[in-house]
């Protein structure tokens, strides 16, 4: 579907990437950002202490977890419509934060609050790209 011609007539950009760099770049981009995410909930949770190995497993779980939650949204995310494929990458995006904010030690009250602001946040632009870039089915126009 990424791929495919628009309904519209409109010719698209051509792609300048060959199919293998865009399958590496799928399992490289959530691999990346998991890591650069499981170091941060890391230094996060040590709050400038001594690193422990409890401290590099926590961080490496977190990478995990973030990278197998990015490859998930981002393989569902493009069959939705496009107010739930905003919403799916909002609640994403509004839980990492969240999740990361909560290991500075701020209360859950707090990091909730923090959360949803960067939730809407999201929400409003991503549901200004999709709704100005997707018909109603979801396919791309432009």
């Known amino acids: ?8 007539g409109m010719r698209r950009t051509p792609d300048v990437f060959s199919e293998r760099v865009h399958t ?3 399992w490289a981009v959530p691999v990346g950002l998991g890591l650069v995410y499981g170091y941060w909930a890391a230094a996060n949770r040590r709050d400038g202490g001594p690193i422990t190995g409890w401290n590099v ?13 990015w490859i998930a949204v981002h393989a569902l995310a493009p069959h939705m419509k496009r107010e739930l494929h905003a919403l799916l990458w909002t609640a994403f995006a509004g839980i990492a934060f969240g999740f990361l904010y909560s290991q500075t030690g701020a ?4 990091s909730t609050g923090m959360a949803l602001a960067i939730a809407a ?13 997707e018909d109603a089915e979801g396919h791309r126009i432009r």
């Not at 579907?1 to 519209?8: G, K, L, T, V």
């Not at 497993?57 to 939650?69: D, I, P």
């Not at 209360?107 to 707090?110: I, P, S």
């Open 107 to 110: 209360t859950a009250l707090r």
């Open 24 to 26: 590496v770049a799928d």
């Open 121 to 133: 946040s999201v929400f409003a632009v991503l549901f200004y790209r999709y709704y100005t870039h």
């Open 1 to 8: 579907m990424a791929h495919a011609a628009p309904a519209s």
């Open 57 to 69: 497993l926590f961080g490496f779980v977190a990478a995990a977890v973030f990278a197998a939650l």
